[in-house]
């Protein structure tokens, strides 16, 4: 009897800590993911801890859901863009950027780099070669300024910029270019394309190719996978920086004094319990998928994304984040709070605006961009919140394999 049981520690430990390897080498899965922020209630508490549980809870702040930014990005200028006739001899998919759109990525990579100083990243990238082109730029830049931040650190200079961390890139054939066909014959891709601007963009399908109502399901897709990897980055990312938060709080004595640490203070320094509060996500794409993951966001209509425009070659389009307050509520009555697990209490819900300047190079100034919609990515997460198995995998449009 002693001789199973001990089996059956033994076997437990090994679960454990395979368990534990997994989590520190990839992003955990939803299927019974940790509830970080929540907490329990133990009836057998004594007075002392119930008192620290309170005064604990009173210092809690708000826990963001979203990220602080959602980027679409064009790529840069390539070869088709200057020359329709290259799409007969190479694949679409293979057609490389200009150094006109060189110099362009280059340009957005020192936008983020101002922009988002100090804080995190995420990516998503199309897999064609020029939208690849263009994110491998603007990492390149943001790592060589990650590394300048580092040794500007090092020589306690004020005025250094702390960097962007980059935590993670996925490539992301959902968000790849409308297909126009195999090789291309030019002639006959022109004759199509005036064709499409008479019928209208959004259901027009290229001989052997997409229609635009093809592109906008797979973003639909994408933006669902996007919702449940917003949550997974959250516990993932927010989980290592807990680990940062106990390693320091264990180089401290009962008396209150320090002990020698053996880590890099920078870690310590960087540590929060609100993942989401600075994080933002990049998606490299194209003209056509840029305009239909807004489209499908902000649910405009048909007739919003035929008057709206192509974004400029490596322009960022931001999304901002932000939050309901008591006055948008007066004017806004259908908005509601919800539980948020973090801090105990009712907050109002989070979207996204998106920026002036884009909603004017996209001719959408006259659409709706800060819609409340119930498909958005905060209601998907809010509701994936709510679900009774905590497992996460929400799934919309009745698809059963998103991921």
Sequence with gaps: MHLALANMNAVGIGITTAVRMRMRNSIPTLEKRILLFSTTTNTSKNSNEHQQHQQSKQHKTKKYLLPKRIILIRHGESLGNIDDTAYASIPDWKIPMTRRGERQALFAAKQLSDLLDG???YAYCSPYKRAAQTWEIIQNHLENGNSNSQK???????????GVEIIGM???PRVAEQQFGNFQNPHKVRTAKAERRTFGRFFFRFPNGESGLDVYSRCSSFLATLSRDIKQIDQR?????????????SNVDYNGNSKMSSGNDNDNNNSREDAMENM???VVCHGLTLRLLLMRYFQLTVEEFENSYNSQNAKLVIMNRFVYDDDDAHDDPGNRKYYCTHSETYQYREYYKLD???????????????RARTSGLADLIIAQEKQDDDCGMLLVDDDEDLG
């Design 237 to 249: 990312y927010s989980y290592t920086q807990q680990n940062d938060v106990r390693r320091n709080e």
């Design 170 to 172: 996925r490539e992301e």
């Design 280 to 282: 933002n996500i990049i």
């Design 152 to 162: 500007a650190s090092d020589t306690s200079d004020c005025n250094h910029k702390s």
């Design 356 to 370: 002036g300047h884009a909603k004017e190079a996209l001719n959408l100034l006259k659409a709706d961009m800060t």
């Design 119 to 121: 804080e995190a990243l």
